[in-house]
């Protein structure tokens, strides 16, 4: 059963840093892309960073210059390193990642979330 657990949510002043982390479980890690979206009450989910297997970044328009994605294969951990928060970077925060059963079925996998509050 695939498994993802974020962590390092919580309130955080205008122009602070948070670290958040996704430690995946039932999957062969290091083989997949993972990701970081974001929702706001009343709004649509939407993407903030991705990482390739090979380590390859891509980021929001809003977040570039500030944001950071990064993996730790040894440990099945994908970081969002966040920088100059704005209040409008308040959302629960979820990981997601992809990936084929032994039937080679394809199914995608959301972590439960975690709450980033950016006020002062």
């Known amino acids: 059963q695939v498994q993802l657990v974020e962590s390092g949510g919580g309130l955080v002043q205008p122009g602070g840093s948070l670290r958040l982390s996704c430690t995946a479980s039932?999957?062969?890690?290091?083989?997949?892309?993972m990701g970081w979206h974001r929702q706001a009450p009343g709004k649509e989910r939407e993407l903030v960073a991705t990482i390739s297997s090979a380590g390859s970044t891509d980021y929001a328009d809003s977040v570039k210059g500030r944001f950071t994605i990064s993996r730790d294969n040894a440990k099945s951990t994908v970081y969002l390193q966040m920088n100059s928060l704005k209040p409008e970077d308040t959302a629960a925060y979820y990981c997601k990642t992809s990936y084929r059963d032994t039937r080679g079925y394809f199914y995608v996998a959301w972590g439960q979330g975690t709450q980033v509050t950016v006020s002062s």
């Open positions: 039932g999957i062969i890690f290091s083989n997949r892309p």
